[in-house]
């Protein structure tokens, strides 16, 4: 019987037709020799917006590295001659204002990167831009406006969404609007929703993936506005080898579900010029399944080893043995962290894990005794869990003290919960659930969608229990903290004789987790305000979420 696929199927397209071919080989040769930037083509500037999203004491650095999708595509148009700058407003107090005041300094085209928790960012700032400048079209890719494109463009005043990869894409859209025939040429565009001149949304066929990996520029780094701070470039970076991912678990969202890879060359290209170019030290490879094919992740460790790198990946348990974790270990890493989720059988098979507990306890076993950490990544409250199996997983956390991250169970845009929450009216308007997730912080207080059926005590007290049981993460010079990044939950007991070991005594005495603060008006999307009264009172009652505390005294 042939595999059900669960997301859209525009998403297993492969972009091989002669207009993808032309790109990808402009792609390649212009990362070779890039054409001088010409001012007389319009400028671009790419805008990366806030996320509530904390992240445990160690792992700070991911707010604020350089990271791949948008890096990429600033660099394919800053190699094609393109005046292209990226504005990152990630961590600052009023990211709307900041942001619309650097795009009206200079822009002739503007790009977003949506994710699935900065809609509403994203819908006012485009709407802010509409008003005061209705001439500059507006381009939107990312997560979110692949998985829910028809939602996104009826509620916001995007242009253009660019479905799945942009880096094609957007070199045709940029080519078409410097030319002056981008309405002409929209309708032939592939991989696109766009509104024509009457303002109706229309959809363009899939572009789909690209099967050549090798053709991706080396990433400029350069272009982030970090390079021109006192600090300069953060020596921490957020790269892969490869796009997609073999499984279809029911709570994940790929943009590019089908796997393809760099080979080692490009890998060795690229690893070289981070490291000479911009000096990183501590690379984040985000790689869906790092280890999935255990010839390739030995050949890929190979390669890292040459380039005196300290690492982290995400991978599976059932992907995981000796051969691996050694070449792995040799290669620099410090930690791995595992989607073991949960440890219920029914919980998994619902989740189309394709694990179990006996697969999470070998590998944590193998990863224990190859000498690198083990951490797990773990979610309060899918679909069958009961109080038993969730009890289990606390006692198994606080046994082995090897948590990275826990979080109550999201409903992401385009997944199979997602689907079934909008079916059985958990959702009850996709643009309301769009809004709420911009205030999902990762941390207990947080409100949730209560998709099991368990008291909402039961589920705040195992994340608690969960979240004291963190081990630390990477120890490093970080030295790009933001000024306004927000702290929270000091923890004076240090934990066990593994974290004190690595990270040093009290390493969690004055904060636990991290973030920037969260946007401005963000207390208008808390669930009393846009879910049904029954899905409130499930998942909200018991404590107050960070979007509800500003508003306490408003």
Not at 95 to 120: H, K, R
Not at 176 to 188: E, H, I, N, V
Not at 267 to 272: G, K, T, V, W
Not at 283 to 294: A, E, K, P
């Amino acid at each position: 019987m042939a595999r059900k696929l669960s997301l859209a199927l525009e998403l297993y397209a492969d972009a091989n037709g002669t207009v993808d071919q032309r790109y990808i080989e402009q792609m390649r040769n212009q990362d070779s020799e890039p054409v001088p930037t010409d001012p007389a083509l319009p400028r671009f500037t790419l805008v990366v917006g806030p996320s509530p999203f904390t992240m445990p004491r160690g792992w700070e650095f991911f707010l604020t590295s350089p990271y791949e999708g948008a890096t990429y595509i600033s660099t394919v148009l800053h190699n094609a001659g393109y005046p292209v700058r990226i504005v990152d407003v990630r961590y600052t107090p009023n990211p709307l204002q900041a942001a619309y005041e650097q795009i009206v300094e200079g822009t002739d085209v503007l790009g977003m990167c949506t994710f699935e928790d900065n809609f509403p960012f994203c819908q006012a700032l485009m709407a802010m831009v509409r008003e005061s400048h209705p001439e500059i079209p507006i381009i939107c890719g990312g997560s979110l406006v692949t998985s829910v494109p028809s939602v996104f463009m009826s509620d916001t005043a995007c242009d253009v969404a660019v479905i799945s990869e942009g880096e094609i894409t957007i070199l045709e859209l940029m080519e078409s609007y410097a030319r002056g025939s981008w309405q002409r040429d929209l309708p032939t565009v592939k991989g696109i929703c766009y509104r024509d001149e009457k303002g109706k949304t229309r959809r363009t066929p899939p572009r789909g993936q690209m099967m050549d990996l090798d053709a991706l520029p080396r990433m400029r780094l350069d272009l982030w506005p970090q390079s021109r701070s006192p600090l300069g470039m953060q020596p921490q970076v957020i790269s892969s080898y490869s796009r997609g991912c073999k499984m279809d678990c029911s709570f994940c969202y790929r943009t590019t579900p089908q796997v393809r890879a760099k080979s080692p060359e490009k890998m060795d290209r690229d690893l070289d010029w981070l490291k000479t170019q911009y000096g990183v030290e501590f690379c984040f490879f985000v790689d869906l399944t790092f280890s999935s094919h255990r010839g390739q992740t030995i050949e890929m460790c190979d390669v890292i080893s040459q380039h005196d790198l300290r690492w982290t990946c995400l991978t599976r348990c059932a992907d995981m043995d000796v051969p691996r974790i050694d070449a792995m270990r040799e290669a620099g890493a410090d930690i791995i962290l595992y989607g073991v989720e949960s440890l219920g059988t029914d919980v998994l098979r619902e989740a189309r894990k394709g694990s179990s507990e006996n697969l999470t306890v070998r590998a944590m076993r193998t990863t224990f005794d190859g000498g690198v950490r083990f951490g797990s990544l773990l979610i309060v409250g899918l679909p069958n869990e009961t109080e038993e199996s969730l009890s289990h997983m606390v006692q198994f956390a606080e046994q082995y003290n090897h948590v990275t991250r826990v979080k109550y169970l999201s409903a992401m845009p385009g997944t199979t919960v997602y689907q079934d929450a909008v079916r059985n009216k958990v959702i009850r308007s996709e643009v309301d659930h769009l809004n709420w997730l911009s205030i999902e912080q990762a941390l207990h207080e947080d409100e949730f969608l209560n998709v099991s059926g368990l008291p909402e005590q039961v589920c705040r007290d195992a994340y608690k229990r969960v979240y004291d049981a963190y081990q630390p993460g990477p120890v490093m010079d970080f030295r790009h903290w933001p000024e306004h990044f927000q702290y929270f939950h000091p923890q004076p007991a240090d934990g066990t004789e593994r974290s004190t070991s690595y990270a040093g005594t009290g390493w969690r005495t004055e904060w636990s987790s991290a973030a920037a603060p969260l946007v401005p008006g963000s207390e208008r999307y808390t669930l009393d305000k846009v879910a049904d009264p029954e899905v409130a009172a499930a998942g909200s009652t018991l404590m107050d979420c960070g979007a509800k505390k500003p508003a306490v005294g408003v």
